[in-house]
């Protein structure tokens, strides 16, 4: 099965497809397959900028560019107004288990 993972112990929070279960995070699924998760998460990026790098970049990336990341690596969105979006996502998410 595969999950989207929101990673609540990031300061600032990415937002990924996963297999794994682990105890830290928040996670939406599970889908039936990775194509699922792939349209999902391209929805939810249309609707509100997140992060889904692994380590944060020196310098703001092609997502960023196209309005997709709010650029948290150049500290051009505060932590308070990153976690905003991460809520209104979290919150509006129907299919949590």
């Given at each position: 099965?595969?999950?989207?993972?929101?990673?609540?112990?990031?300061?600032?929070?990415?937002?990924?497809?996963?297999r794994?279960?682990?105890?830290?995070?928040?996670?939406?699924?599970?889908?039936?397959?990775?194509?699922?998760?792939?349209?999902?998460?391209?929805?939810?990026?249309?609707?509100?900028?997140?992060?889904?790098?692994?380590?944060?970049?020196?310098?703001?990336?092609?997502?960023?560019?196209?309005?997709?990341?709010?650029?948290?690596?150049?500290?051009?969105?505060?932590?308070?107004?990153?976690?905003?979006?991460?809520?209104?996502?979290?919150?509006n998410?129907?299919?949590?288990?």
């Amino acid at each position: 099965h595969v999950y989207i993972k929101v990673s609540t112990e990031d300061e600032y929070p990415r937002i990924f497809m996963t297999r794994d279960l682990e105890k830290s995070g928040k996670y939406f699924g599970p889908f039936v397959s990775t194509e699922a998760v792939r349209e999902t998460l391209k929805v939810i990026r249309r609707i509100w900028p997140y992060r889904s790098c692994k380590n944060l970049p020196k310098k703001v990336c092609l997502y960023y560019q196209i309005n997709k990341c709010p650029g948290m690596c150049e500290e051009r969105i505060s932590k308070k107004d990153y976690q905003n979006i991460i809520k209104q996502i979290i919150n509006n998410n129907s299919c949590s288990p």
